[in-house]
C-alpha cells in the first residue's frame, strides 16, 4: 500500500512538471477567449484567424518566465534578442494575407513559432524561414508538439525559397528597410506578400498584390514596430 502510494505519488509530481511546460489550462484557455474579444474590438474580423488564435496555446511560445503574459496584447522577448510578436499585429498580417486551405506560403522569420502555427492551423502548407539557429530549432520542437509541421529552414530570408516557390503568400515578420524584390519575384500571379517596410523603429504595414508578371499592386496599413529583418552573416 504505501509503496503504491509512493509510487502513485511520483507519477503525479512528474505529470505535474510536464503539466507546468506542455499543457493547457482553464486560466489559460479564459485567458485566450479574453484575448480574442480583444482582438475583435480593434477590428480583426476574420473567423478562421480568431479561431486558429483561440485554438494555440501562446503561453507555449513564450521564454521562460513570460508564460503568464502570454494574453496580453503585447510583444515579448524572446532568445537571440528577438520578440514574439504581438498578437493584434499575427492578426492583422495574417487576416492581410487572407490565407485559405491549401496555400503554399512562405513566412520570413519563424522566431517564437507563434505565427507560423497560426498559418499551419489555417491550413495552409507553409514553408518558414529562420537565422538564428536557436530560434530555428526551439520552433520545431513546439510546432511539431502541437501537431504541426511546417518545413523550416535555418536560412537567409532575403533569398527566399525560389526552388520552392512561387508562393500563394508571403509573410514578413521583420522589419526590411525595403521591399524585398527577391521575394516579391518568388509571388504567384495574383498572390499576396505582406511585410513590414520602413527604418529600424517604426515600419509601415504593406501588402503588396502581384497582378501580373511585371505589375504589382501596393497598399499600405500603416505603423507598426517590428525587430530588423537583418542581412549578412551577423
Ligand atoms: N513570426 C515570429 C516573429 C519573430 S520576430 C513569431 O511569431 O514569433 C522576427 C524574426 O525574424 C526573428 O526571429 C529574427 O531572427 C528573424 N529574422 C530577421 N532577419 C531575418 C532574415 N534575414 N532571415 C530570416 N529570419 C530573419
Known amino acids: ?89 499575427v492578426a492583422f498580417q495574417t487576416s492581410l494575407l487572407n490565407i485559405k486551405p491549401g496555400d503554399k506560403v512562405l513566412e520570413i522569420g519563424t522566431g517564437s513559432g507563434y505565427q507560423a502555427a497560426v498559418i499551419a492551423e489555417l491550413g495552409a ?45 508571403i509573410l514578413v515578420t521583420a522589419g526590411a528597410p525595403e521591399m524585398p524584390a527577391s521575394l516579391a519575384n518568388q509571388l504567384k500571379i495574383g498572390g499576396i506578400l505582406v511585410a513590414p517596410i520602413g527604418p529600424t523603429d517604426v515600419q509601415e504595414m504593406i501588402k503588396l498584390t502581384r497582378l501580373s508578371e511585371t505589375e504589382f499592386e501596393s497598399k499600405n496599413y500603416g505603423a507598426f514596430s517590428f525587430v530588423p529583418m537583418l542581412t549578412g552573416k551577423k
Open 1 to 89: 500500500m504505501i509503496v503504491e502510494k509512493h509510487i502513485k505519488n511520483y507519477t503525479f509530481a512528474k505529470l505535474k512538471i510536464l503539466d507546468k511546460k506542455m499543457r493547457d489550462s482553464y486560466k489559460y484557455k479564459g485567458l485566450r477567449a479574453r484575448l480574442v474579444e480583444v482582438l475583435r474590438q480593434k477590428g480583426i474580423n476574420q473567423e478562421p484567424v480568431l479561431n486558429a488564435m483561440l485554438k494555440i496555446p501562446r503561453h507555449l511560445f513564450m521564454a521562460a518566465g513570460f508564460e503568464e503574459r502570454a494574453y496580453q496584447d503585447n510583444a515579448f522577448p524572446i532568445a537571440a534578442g528577438q520578440t514574439i510578436s504581438q498578437p493584434y499585429t
Open 125 to 169: 502548407k507553409l514553408y518558414t524561414l529562420e537565422r538564428q539557429k536557436e530560434l530555428f530549432k526551439s520552433a520545431q520542437v513546439i510546432l511539431k508538439e502541437l501537431g504541426y509541421f511546417p518545413y523550416c529552414y535555418f536560412k537567409d530570408g532575403y533569398e527566399g525559397l525560389p526552388t520552392y516557390g512561387p508562393f500563394d503568400k
